[in-house]
């Protein structure tokens, strides 16, 4: 436990001193300011644009649309952020070789991939409370007093797409050889569970459901007992990942 609290600091320390942390902290909140920005000036932005004179009417923008924004937002730049941040988090110090004297000193694997997994959706976690309270905030003083259907499903299900992200990098990172070789099978995930996405039939049990079904949830359109499964199964991937990872890295020469 000590050895595991130590390399956990370590690997936070990592992050500040190479300015990931801030990085991913100062996007996620600019994102959540953005948000209900964007939803709010839309419609001006629209309506200054030349269409030849067709004539293109906009709903007065509301808070929803500032969450749906948000959530875009989130879904597309968040996440693509995260795995580009996150993408060294083990294959950097791999390629360096900057374990062999750690492991030397008895520093088990195992500590090493679950103090890593545990800091990086640390910050994710921290970096995303920041988002999500810069947009109700902001959300609140551009649109007043407001209440949104299954936010707080949403909002969790986005959260934890984010943890499988991260469990996908790491467990990636184990598998691909180089600096780039875990970023690039993680983008192959993330594109195929994308595509995967257009097939009814296997939507539920695609982790990527938890972020395209934001819209449904919010508009109470979906029951919040179909987003279950989904959840269990994104559950199950991130422990499998995370095992598999373990199981790969203590049989990997450093």
């Avoid at 595991?4 to 300011?33: P, V």
């Avoid at 937002?73 to 360096?96: C, D, K, V, Y």
């Amino acid at each position: 436990m000590k050895s595991y609290i130590a390399f956990a600091k370590k690997e936070f320390m990592e992050q500040i001193r190479t300015y990931k942390l801030f990085i991913l902290l100062a996007l996620l909140f600019i994102l959540g300011m953005m948000s209900p920005l964007f939803a709010k000036i839309m419609p001006d932005i629209i309506g200054s644009m030349d269409f030849q004179g067709m004539e293109i009417k906009i709903p007065e923008p509301t808070f929803l649309d500032a969450y749906v924004q948000f959530f875009k937002n989130i879904s597309q730049m968040g996440f693509i952020a995260l795995i580009l941040i996150f993408s060294g988090l083990l294959s950097g110090e791999l390629t360096r070789g900057t374990l062999v004297n750690m492991v030397s000193k008895g520093v088990s694997r195992s500590v090493i991939i679950l103090s890593k997994f545990t800091t990086a959706a640390l910050i994710w976690t921290i970096g995303y409370l920041i988002s999500i309270g810069t947009n109700f905030l902001y959300t609140f003083y551009l649109f007043g007093e407001h209440s949104v259907n299954n936010l707080t499903l949403s909002l969790f299900c986005l959260w934890l797409f984010g943890v499988f992200l991260i469990s996908t990098i790491i467990f990636s990172s184990t598998i691909a050889k180089g600096n780039y070789g875990g970023l690039i099978v993680t983008f192959i995930i993330y594109g195929v569970l994308m595509l995967g996405d257009l097939f009814p039939k296997v939507t539920k049990f695609n982790p990527y459901t938890l972020t395209s079904k934001y819209m449904d949830l919010l508009n109470n359109k979906i029951d919040i007992g179909d987003m279950n499964i989904t959840i269990i199964v994104t559950i199950i991937v991130i422990a499998l990942s995370i095992i598999g990872a373990l199981k790969i890295f203590k049989k990997n020469p450093l």
